[in-house]
């Protein structure tokens, strides 16, 4: 680490070097204007003010990549903060297949549509504004998507309804834009500290654990899913159960839902008896899923099997539950609180 000495301009001026290794990387000179920001921590950000710009573009040089390559690649630079992404190639006009990519990729990310298609080469720029969002009200709104996905598939295999079912599997695209997006925003915020207020935080600290409860969140909407699978494989799309063993599948759905948006709220709302609420609960959840293992009437191996697939899947959504709770304590107890005095 670099240390700078202060000096004084003047009676109430105090000012620094810039190392000049940075200003030559950053592009700055004598004249130009930088961003400062101040955080609640004691940290002073300087940033160039080109930083602010978020006009930054890629191009994807197609040549030697495959259909799925090209359309990884314009997620991962959605993801990465472009502004716009252009797919182009040097060697003729663009394969059917790395245009079908691009317009694959287009309809699973939030903002993005194409501006300009040649034959060599497509052009696609992202509309999102991160002042549009803020990181609390998206992992909220994923939670959300989540429990709507589980609840329609849990009611589905309690009536055998396949098209409630098929309703379930349909949310999952949305739930994996919202995760994208989450996902492009935390790296924007990231790269430039000045957008963290934009996004609804006051430091880039939380940055890190947001990254965690999105993943998840989208892994509890892929355990939704793995149940509205079930439903729609199952011969007569329901398990072959008692009504009482279904209703208690169904009284343990609620507990999940439960934990999972106590655990968001402890993280969006920094409150650590949420998480000492949420473990408890996990706890509770944990044994009423062994018991209902454990007093299922005899059964053939594969009535089972997809019994066992459904209870496995609501006791991992609440333990990304209690995952999240982990991370929500942490951010919790970094600040004062009627638990927690910081010197």
């Not at 710009?53 to 191009?59: G, V």
């Not at 287009?106 to 300009?116: A, K, N, R, S």
Request: proline residues 3%; aromatic residues 4%; charged residues 30%.
């Amino acid at each position: 680490m670099e240390t700078r000495k202060v000096q004084r301009l003047g009676p109430s001026t105090l000012a620094m070097t810039l190392p000049a290794e940075w200003a030559s990387a950053q592009g700055v000179e004598k004249g130009d204007e930088v961003s400062i920001r101040m955080s609640g921590k004691g940290t002073l950000t300087v940033m160039p003010e080109s930083a602010s710009s978020e006009e930054t573009e890629a191009i994807i040089h197609a040549d030697d990549l495959d259909a799925d390559a090209v359309e990884r690649a314009i997620v991962a630079q959605y993801v990465l903060g472009r502004r716009v992404i252009r797919i182009e190639t040097d060697d003729g006009a663009l394969s059917s297949d790395h245009i079908n990519a691009v317009y694959s990729a287009e309809t699973q990310l939030m903002g993005l549509g194409v501006i300009e298609e040649t034959p060599e080469s497509i052009s696609i720029r992202c509309s999102v504004d991160p002042e549009d969002f803020t990181l609390d009200n998206l992992l909220e709104r994923l939670e959300r998507t989540g429990r709507t996905m589980r609840g329609e598939a849990i009611k589905a295999l309690a009536h055998g309804n396949p098209d409630l079912a098929q309703r379930a599997l349909n949310r999952e695209r949305q739930a994996n834009k919202i995760f994208v997006l989450l996902l492009r925003l935390i790296f924007t915020a990231y790269q430039n500290p000045n957008l963290a207020r934009a996004v609804g935080l006051d430091t880039g600290f939380p940055l890190i654990g947001y990254r965690s409860i999105s993943k998840n969140l989208e892994l509890t909407a892929d355990n939704a899913e793995d149940i509205a699978d079930i439903v729609m494989e199952t011969d007569g799309h329901t398990l072959d159960v008692d009504n009482s063993v279904m209703r208690e599948i169904r009284e343990l759905t609620d507990e999940v839902d439960e934990i999972t948006s106590l655990a968001v709220e402890a993280a969006v709302e920094r409150d650590y008896d949420l998480t000492i609420t949420v473990r408890r609960m996990f706890h509770e959840i944990s044994n009423r899923e062994r018991e209902i293992l454990s007093s299922l009437p005899e059964m053939d191996n594969e009535s089972l099997l997809q019994v066992r697939e459904v209870l496995v899947s609501l006791e991992q959504t609440a333990g990304y539950a209690m995952r999240n709770a982990e991370i929500a304590a942490n951010l919790a107890l970094n600040e004062e609180s009627e638990h927690m005095t910081i010197n």
